[in-house]
């Protein structure tokens, strides 16, 4: 199985400041393949990013990423109060599809 | 509109059998796969298995053994069946939509799911 690194696992930034999360592969997969979650206490993982850089639908335009082979990055360049989440990477290139840990993001 | 949305028992005895049911709206189960994804706790989802949009399944290696995934088109069902269960099948277990590119984009909201006994 293709396992997911994400770093770092916990961010803490103040509002308006760029934060970005890293999605390292064990294995290359296609940029279409992998997508970002933003998951919040007590819901389900909604779809933010998907194919690495398109922005699901209704997402603001902060979000943002790239990437290719096996590293791949996911961006916000002004957190606001409602980013705080946790975020994963997932790879649907091979099965099983696999997540990364999460990445939790607090505010300052 | 896309819904999906899981029902079954929230407590499930050591060794025994876990059935879950999603049931979806808003699109065809014809035309869409569907995915079981569950989650622990504290941890990250993991990706169990899929019914596909033609009738065929795929799981994950880890699960084969123990899971089934089956479906009613009739009654928009897609149905989950885990035998063996153990603590640590303990969490919340979603129904997912499938996009084109293996990404999960609608939800339901998920049902928990406790082993114990």
């Known amino acids: 199985a293709i396992v997911l690194n994400q770093s770092p696992s916990s961010i803490i930034a103040s509002q308006g400041e760029k934060v970005t999360i890293t999605c390292r592969a064990s294995s290359s997969i296609s940029s279409n393949y992998l997508h970002w979650y933003q998951q919040k206490p007590g819901a389900f993982p909604k779809l933010v990013i998907y194919?690495?850089?398109y922005r699901a639908s209704g997402v603001p335009s902060r979000f943002s990423g790239s990437g290719s082979g096996t590293s791949y990055s996911f961006t916000i360049s002004r957190v606001e109060a409602e980013d705080v989440a946790t975020y994963y990477c997932q790879q649907g290139s091979s099965n099983p599809y696999t997540f990364g840990a999460g990445t939790k993001l607090e505010l300052k | 509109q896309v819904q999906l949305k899981e029902s079954g028992p929230g407590l499930v005895q050591p060794s025994e059998t876990l059935s879950l049911t999603c049931t979806v709206s808003g699109f065809s189960l014809t035309s869409y796969s569907v995915s079981w994804v569950r989650q622990p706790s504290g941890k990250g989802p993991e990706w169990m298995g899929r019914?596909?949009?033609?009738?065929?399944?795929a799981y994950n290696s880890a699960l084969k053994s123990r899971l089934s995934i089956s479906r009613d088109t009739s009654k928009n069902q897609v149905f989950l069946k885990m035998n063996s269960l153990q603590t640590d099948d303990t969490g919340t277990y979603y129904c997912?939509?499938?996009?084109?590119?293996?990404?999960?984009?609608?939800w339901g909201p998920g049902t928990m799911v406790t082993v114990s006994s």
């Open positions: 194919s690495t850089s």
């Open positions: 019914m596909w949009y033609d009738g065929d399944t």
């Open positions: 997912t939509r499938e996009g084109a590119r293996w990404y999960f984009d609608f």
